[in-house]
């Protein structure tokens, strides 16, 4: 190839800001990849794009179990390898402080799953897993049509449990259903029995919890042990039970809410091209919300103008109205100048509940319908 037909490729940023255990499937781990090498080589293959996308890794011990410190020196390691964009943190307590040190000395552009909307400001994006204000909505919805009017929290000491404990006040006033104990509880896995026990001793009629998952993996069997099975529920921390087979027990027999909907055609139609690709079809969140990903990032390293991280950043404003594989059908990505979360419509979250069998769930409702 000539001198005058070669470029560098694009770099992107992926910062990962929990480290996952030794025992995480490989093909697991290669799902967080493969949406975007496929989404991109699609690009570059179709001429959307005139040169490759390289993708620079990062795994980093954020909060809960590590520290901030390492998620901003991470992010400036990218910044410094010359990323136009970055796609993390994804964790509030992590990507809200990150937000700070991205507008005060990096300015280049992130795009974020993270469900607090302090995340979001001039160069930080979103597509959430979630949110800490529209989940306990669901919630107090998934509760009043199963016809609870009581029900006990318990909330992870951080941000994200706070944050979500404040909203879902607020939706079961709305919803005329009673918040009869509340039980602050770690953010990691500890002894959560007395927790557990004053809820039971309160005899509320269902569980919530409120944070990014950790402090929920020794519920069940607290619960088990006390002879009680209560409806349970929880966010996007369900989402975590594919990170180990601990945490497939943990979330075993709770609601959750999800992001994948497999009548979703354009989520599935991109498994198609997956399943061609890898010969594997990995059915549930994290492929189509990384196709989603990709496809905004896609569009904006095409349309950036010039190809710097305030182009990238100009460019993701402009990103409208994009069918999204993620959440049910009809879910739209759509940005715009202080428009910085993307997925759109009610339907981007989904209520299921786990197979016994470790790798399947099954959908239980959909937010917004009657």
């Not at 967080?32 to 011990?61: A, H, N, T």
């Not at 901003?72 to 509030?92: Q, S, W």
């Not at 800490?132 to 998934?142: Q, S």
């Not at 921390?237 to 992001?259: C, E, H, K, R």
């Amino acid at each position: 190839m000539s001198y005058e037909s070669t470029a560098e490729p694009i770099k992107l940023g992926y910062l990962f800001d929990f480290r996952l255990p030794d025992q995480y499937p490989q093909e697991m781990r290669d799902d967080l990849m493969r949406p975007f090498e496929l989404v991109f080589s699609e690009g570059l293959k179709q001429g959307i794009l005139d040169r490759p996308v390289e993708i620079v890794f990062r795994e980093v011990e954020g909060l809960p179990k590590g520290s901030i410190k390492a998620v901003i020196d991470a992010y400036g390691e990218l910044v410094d390898e010359g990323c136009l964009a970055v796609f993390g943190p994804a964790i509030t307590d992590n990507a809200v402080p990150t937000r700070e040190a991205i507008e005060t000395r990096f300015h280049v552009p992130a795009i974020s799953c993270t469900g607090s909307e302090d995340w979001l400001g001039e160069w930080t994006f979103a597509l959430p897993q979630g949110s800490m204000t529209d989940e306990p909505i669901f919630w107090a919805d998934l509760l009043a049509k199963a016809g609870h009017t009581e029900v006990g929290a318990l909330v992870e000491q951080s941000l994200v449990g706070q944050s979500y404990l404040g909203s879902f006040r607020i939706a079961c006033r709305d919803r005329g259903i009673r918040i009869v104990a509340e039980e602050p509880i770690a953010q990691t896995a500890q002894d959560i029995e007395k927790a557990v026990g004053r809820l039971h001793a309160a005899k509320v009629q269902a569980i919530v919890h409120c944070g990014f998952g950790f402090g929920a993996v020794h519920v069940n069997p607290v619960l088990a042990a006390l002879g009680w099975d209560p409806p349970r529920y929880m966010g996007t921390a369900f989402q975590n039970a594919w990170i180990s087979p601990v945490m497939w027990n943990a979330v075993l027999g709770w609601t959750g809410v999800d992001q994948y909907d497999e009548a979703n055609p354009v989520g599935q139609r991109f498994l198609d091209q997956f399943e061609a690709a890898y010969a594997r079809r990995p059915q549930y969140c994290v492929p189509v919300m990384n196709r989603d990903f990709a496809t905004v990032l896609l569009r904006a390293f095409s349309d950036a103008h010039p190809l710097t991280p305030r182009g990238v950043k100009e460019a993701l404003e402009r990103v409208k109205m994009i069918p999204a594989a993620a959440g049910a059908p009809g879910t739209r990505i759509s940005f715009g100048k202080w428009t910085r979360r993307g997925w759109m419509g009610a339907g981007y979250l989904v209520a299921r509940t786990l197979d016994p069998d470790g790798t399947n769930s099954q959908l239980i409702g959909r937010f917004g319908e009657e």
